[in-house]
């Protein structure tokens, strides 16, 4: 369901219309503040503008390093899975092996 939020980021208000929570988006409101105040304090020049701009290049970087971690452990995951699927593949083809060997022998 939609509703309207407001956030200030960056000491300027913002009307959303969402259908995301208002929480959830207060914390990335004051994520997106938090990161605008460290650059601030080390850069007393920097408009709002320069400051919400760096701090959209720093997110997404940090979002590409997230991804390329997802996919680094989805690769480790697959290699991992793939190595116990041909060892268990290994032993079934050795056991069903001997059983034939031992279905064979007279007795």
Do not use: C, W, Y
Request: no cysteine; hydrophobic share 45%; proline share 1%.
């Amino acid at each position: 369901m939609k509703h309207t939020v407001t956030l200030e980021i960056a000491g300027t208000k913002f009307r959303l219309v969402a259908d995301a929570d208002q929480a959830h988006l207060q914390e990335l409101a004051a994520l997106v503040n938090e990161r605008v105040a460290k650059l601030g304090a080390a850069s007393k020049s920097a408009s709002a503008a320069q400051l919400l701009a760096l701090v959209s290049l720093g997110l997404a970087d940090d979002l590409r390093a997230s991804e390329k971690k997802v996919r680094d452990v989805d690769q480790l995951a697959h290699t991992a899975i793939s190595s116990v699927i041909a060892r268990i593949d290994s032993r079934l083809a050795e056991d069903s092996s001997a059983h034939d060997a031992e279905s064979e022998a007279p007795g």
